[in-house]
T-cell receptor, first 114, second 118 residues
């Protein structure tokens, strides 16, 4: 079946450090890939997405590239800020029973300290 | 546009009771999905509704049910509550996930309803 595996953390970084959160997936067909972010007490917000192989999604300094050969969609940011502290979820969208649903990784909690 | 809204935001119930949660999607969105988030199981898909019809259902017992109204608003119901039903219930909407482009569509999430079962 379809699944997403991401490093669970927690990850603690100093401000301005480089961030990588690994995400790999297993899927049949050609899923779309997403990164969502969840701030404390809130729902999920879309951070970025990629819909086909070699696509790069980017937003707010975050980037991720859809790598079909390695089935990966790692999230990176060159210089994190305290305001980036949140839980990050990798997800894939796949077709099932006539509709589409998201399968999520377990989430990675990021804490950025000044 | 207003985002996805969910009511109530917090709820405390006791075992054996039932509960109804409400979700209003973004205007113009016709698909509504529900997810359960717990520390142990993470985010799990419950069901998806489109044009008042349940199109897809996750692996949850029949105590979990839902419906969608003609204005796309959706409700989910959990009967005979168990302690393990304590979770954050998230609703998400998208424009029309039945199209060929549905695989690429973004789902927009509400803030969730936090349910505590005592």
């Amino acid at each position: 079946g379809n699944s997403v595996t991401q490093m669970e953390g927690p990850v603690t970084l100093s401000e301005e450090a480089f961030l990588t959160i690994n995400c790999t997936y297993t899927a049949t067909g050609y899923p779309s890939l997403f990164w969502y972010v969840q701030y404390p007490g809130e729902g999920l917000q879309l951070l970025l997405k990629a819909t086909k192989a070699d696509d790069k999604g980017s937003n707010k300094g975050f980037e991720a590239t859809y790598r079909k050969e390695t089935t990966s969609f790692h999230l990176e940011k060159g210089s994190v800020q305290v305001s980036d502290s949140a839980v990050y979820f990798c997800a894939l969208s796949y077709s099932g029973a006539g509709s589409y649903q998201l399968t999520f990784g377990k989430g990675t909690k990021l804490s950025v300290i000044p | 546009k207003a985002g996805v809204t969910q009511t109530p935001r917090y709820l405390i119930k006791t075992r054996g009771q039932q509960v109804t949660l409400s979700c209003s999607p973004i205007s113009g969105h016709r698909s509504v999905s529900w997810y359960q988030q717990t520390p142990g199981q993470g985010l799990q898909f419950l069901f998806e509704y489109f044009s008042e019809t349940q199109r897809n259902k996750g692996n949850f017992p029949g105590r979990f049910s839902g419906r969608q109204f003609s204005n796309s608003r959706s409700e989910m119901n959990v009967s005979t509550l168990e302690l393990g039903d304590s979770a954050l219930y998230l609703c998400a909407s998208s424009q029309d996930r039945g199209t060929l482009a549905g695989l690429q569509e973004t789902q927009y999430f509400g803030p969730g309803t936090r349910l505590l079962v005592l």
